[in-house]
């Protein structure tokens, strides 16, 4: 298969979504390799070292989409992408489809079959695709959320830790999966007085046990967070339920319960946000202010730190973009149930229930379109 590796587009953004290891592993099994040059400039790999593994660079994103049968990018197809994807190309990259349906209406009028890290799951229900990226942006989540209470960046003046004979901050993070449960053991690090919040009584369990007593877990519901508000100096949301709009978990009328200049952190923004006031920013800008309460919501955390996040991802994605390469996506699809669970677009048709519902269009089964296209 000819695979595509285009750079990436979106601002601030400076991950790649295949290393010079990948390149190499394709390559061995025959696979045509196509990057875009200095696609890899910023996770500090230079053309060369594609090409030292067997990759072929491509003079820019046209000559890489023309070119491929397979893309693999890291952020959503920014629009300019969405017009060079065509019925032939399979897309394997982020795509956060539920509460974008703008995109979501570009994929389906190009034809591409659309392959979301973040709806892939593993055998135990968990999104493998998901979780490295989760571990670093829970572990910047808690890094933001201590820089931005230090009073000369707007925020209330209180260091995490505290010091002796002075309380520490008291860090929340509401949703305690794997952004919630990285920025917990950050916030145990620096010493903050810290809960975690969960629906999930299992996951709760899991959490109690991980922290050996270092944070405390809490049920959460309407009235425990609004118990918890007026306690907090650092409130971390970190809620998902598996490719839907992230629910809201603090409303703006429940601001008014909280600290003037405490801070927000919504990591779940790239699936809408979990605090009602929260809309998405960048790392050049990452917050503003609501009622008094900072508000960090920068949608593409790991960013920040490409070359942690681009091993880390590639790392995770690997396997995947082997299944997909050697088997086709059909077939590749069929044999995992997890990688079938990732197909949210397909000819022209929403193929996951959740973005389907998201985005308020009708839901096709995976199987129909796949084995229709297979059999067209
Ligand atoms: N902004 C970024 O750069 C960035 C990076 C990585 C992940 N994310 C996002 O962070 C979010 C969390 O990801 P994750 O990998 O930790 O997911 P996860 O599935 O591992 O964990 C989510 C947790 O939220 C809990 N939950 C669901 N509804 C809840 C509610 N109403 N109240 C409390 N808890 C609730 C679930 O039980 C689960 O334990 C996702 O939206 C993901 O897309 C953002």
Request: negative net charge; proline residues 6%; hydrophobic residues 50%.
């Given at each position: 298969m000819k695979i595509g590796v285009p750079s990436e587009i979106k601002d601030d953004e400076y991950r790649v979504a295949l290393t010079p290891a990948g390149a190499r592993e394709l390559a061995e099994r025959g696979h045509d390799v196509l990057v875009q040059s200095g696609a890899g400039l910023g996770s500090a790999?230079?053309?060369?070292?594609?090409?030292?593994?067997?990759?072929?660079?491509?003079?820019?994103?046209?000559?890489?989409?023309?070119?491929?049968?397979?893309i693999l990018k890291v952020k959503e197809p920014q629009p300019s992408e969405v017009e060079m994807l065509g019925p032939g190309h399979v897309l394997f990259t982020y795509l956060h489809l539920a509460p974008a349906p703008e995109l979501?209406?570009?994929?389906?009028?190009?034809?591409?079959?659309?392959v979301a890290y973040e709806t892939v799951e593993d055998a135990r229900g968990r999104l493998p695709l998901l979780a490295p990226?989760?571990?670093?942006?829970?572990?910047?989540?808690?890094?933001?959320?201590?820089?931005?209470?230090?009073?000369?960046?707007?925020?209330?003046?209180?260091?995490?830790?505290?010091?002796?004979?002075?309380?520490?901050?008291?860090?929340?993070?509401?949703?305690?999966?794997?952004?919630?449960?990285?920025a917990a053991f950050i916030a145990i690090g620096m010493e903050a007085d810290v809960f975690v919040f969960d629906v999930s009584i299992d996951r709760l369990r899991e959490l109690d046990v991980a922290f050996g007593g270092r944070a405390s877990t809490v049920f959460s519901s309407t009235l425990a967070v609004e118990e918890m508000l007026p306690r907090a100096d650092l409130v971390i949301g970190?809620?998902?339920?598996?490719?839907?709009?992230?629910?809201?978990?603090?409303?703006?009328?429940q601001l008014k319960l909280m600290k003037r200049q405490a801070v927000l952190v919504d990591v779940a923004i790239d699936q809408g946000g979990c605090f009602e006031t929260s809309h998405p920013t960048t790392h050049r800008d990452p917050t503003f202010e609501v009622d008094g309460i900072t508000h960090y919501c920068v949608?593409?955390?790991?960013?920040?730190?490409?070359?942690?996040?681009?091993?880390?991802?590639?790392?995770?994605?690997?396997?995947?973009?082997?299944?997909l390469a050697d088997n086709g996506v059909a077939s590749a699809a069929r044999r995992d149930p997890g990688l079938r669970l990732g197909v949210n677009v397909a000819d022209g048709r929403v193929t996951h229930p959740a973005v389907a519902e998201g985005v308020g269009v009708n839901y096709t089964p995976v199987e129909e379109v796949l084995d229709q296209k297979q059999k067209a």
């Open positions: 790999i230079d053309d060369a070292d594609y090409e030292g593994q067997g990759a072929r660079i491509l003079p820019d994103a046209p000559a890489v989409f023309d070119a491929a049968e397979m979501t209406k570009g994929l389906q009028q190009s034809g591409a079959t659309c990226m989760s571990e670093i942006a829970g572990k910047i989540a808690t890094q933001a959320g201590a820089f931005f209470l230090e009073k000369p960046l707007g925020g209330r003046g209180i260091l995490l830790g505290g010091v002796p004979g002075v309380a520490a901050a008291t860090v929340v993070v509401i949703g305690g999966g794997a952004v919630g449960m990285n970190a809620v998902l339920v598996h490719g839907a709009r992230a629910p809201y978990v603090v409303r703006r009328d949608a593409n955390m790991p960013g920040a730190v490409p070359i942690t996040a681009t091993y880390a991802l590639t790392n995770a994605t690997l396997p995947y973009v082997l299944a």
